[in-house]
Nanobody, 116 residues
């Protein structure tokens, strides 16, 4: 059974940084496009960042460009989201996903709260 386990969330002050990790198991990690999504209370889930299977291509939501960086380690089967200059509006549950053709797997999410 495929598992995606996020970690690294928490409470941080505005302007601070967090690094999220998503460890994958029981899948051929290097074949999957990995993405980070987030969902704030009362809002729909939105795409934050995507990284290609080989890690050669990335895309970001306009709201996080220049502040967030997605990366992956295909040896450790882990994808990361470095979040800098955090704002209160970044508060959400962050989810990682693994996609390959018509198959998508999701993690359970990790809470990020940006507040003073």
């Amino acid at each position: 059974q495929v598992q995606l386990v996020e970690s690294g969330g928490g409470l941080v002050q505005p302007g601070g940084s967090l690094r999220l990790s998503c460890a994958a198991s029981r899948l051929t990690f290097s074949s999957y496009t990995m993405s980070w999504y987030r969902q704030a209370p009362g809002k729909e889930r939105e795409l934050v960042a995507t990284i290609s299977a080989a890690g050669s291509s990335t895309n970001y939501a306009d709201s996080v460009k220049g502040r967030f960086t997605v990366s992956r380690d295909n040896v450790k089967n882990t994808v990361y989201l470095q979040m800098n200059s955090l704002k209160p509006e970044d508060t959400a549950v962050y989810y990682c996903s693994a996609a390959f053709y018509f198959t998508t797997y999701w993690g359970q999410g990790t809470q990020v709260t940006v507040s003073s």
